[in-house]
T-cell receptor
Framework: NAGVTQTPKFQVLKTGQSMTLQCAQDMNHEYMSWYRQDPGMGLRLIHY???????DQGEVPNGYNVSRSTTEDFPLRLLSAAPSQTSVYFC????????????FGQGTRLTVV | GQQVMQIPQYQHVQEGEDFTTYCNSS?????IQWYKQRPGGHPVFLIQ?????EVKKQKRLTFQFGEAKKNSSLHITATQTTDVGTYFC???????????FGKGTSLLVTP
């Protein structure tokens, strides 16, 4: 099994550009989340989903959109990138939300110039 | 809001020394999880603690969950260079559907 797959691994955007960070898991997990990691800030929750068609905001949702059309995929969209969104983004999935271990993707390192 | 605090932020030890990181929550937790992230890598699950006062061991790593289920610790005995990385604790968010992570403790081990 591949687990959680994120693409791309690296990306440079210009301010105002849009892009989608892809996340796919093959473990049939209902729960998926997006986190951003900044130096000294730990992992902060952006959005999460408890199943296909259901999403909710986390701690830092502004500037990001998500959708969950299938169990496997949970893309994160930046509609108009800003330098403050320069970060490392991690997608995670779990079998039972916060009651079971989270499996993380390899991360996407995004730089907005 | 719900917070998970972790100290220290950094720790630099000589190989063979012990290391401890502490995690405190503002609310009672149903469980607490620990993750390790190697430099340049992604967080990897280490363990989950569920019971009040629980102690679990994984080789040189000892994990504890406080009696009040609001604090936890990770202790590494006789550190090795392979222990280098950032250790995160995480507790359930109020919704229960995702995790709140502490800011992590970055461990540097010099030979």
């Amino acid at each position: 099994n591949a687990g959680v797959t994120q693409t791309p691994k690296f990306q440079v955007l210009k301010t105002g550009q849009s892009m989608t960070l892809q996340c796919a898991q093959d473990m049939n997990h209902e729960y998926m989340s997006w986190y951003r990691q900044d130096p000294g800030m730990g992992l902060r929750l952006i959005h999460y989903s408890v199943g296909a068609g259901i999403t909710d905001q986390g701690e830092v949702p502004n500037g990001y959109n998500v959708s969950r059309s299938t169990t496997e995929d949970f893309p994160l969209r930046l509609l108009s990138a800003a330098p403050s969104q320069t970060s490392v983004y991690f997608c995670a999935s779990s079998y039972d939300g916060s009651n079971t271990e989270a499996f993380f993707g390899q991360g996407t390192r995004l730089t907005v110039v | 809001g719900q917070q998970v605090m972790q100290i220290p932020q950094y720790q630099h030890v000589q190989e063979g020394e012990d290391f401890t990181t502490y995690c405190n929550s503002s609310t009672t937790l149903s469980n607490i999880q620990w993750y390790k992230q190697r430099p340049g890598g992604h967080p990897v699950f280490l363990i989950q603690l569920v019971k009040s006062g629980e102690v679990k061991k994984q080789k040189r790593l000892t994990f504890q969950f406080g009696e009040a289920k609001k604090n936890s610790s990770l202790h590494i005995t006789a550190t090795q260079t392979t222990d280098v990385g950032t250790y995160f604790c995480a507790g359930p968010r109020n919704s229960g559907y995702a995790l709140n992570f502490g800011k992590g403790t970055s461990l540097l081990v010099t030979p």
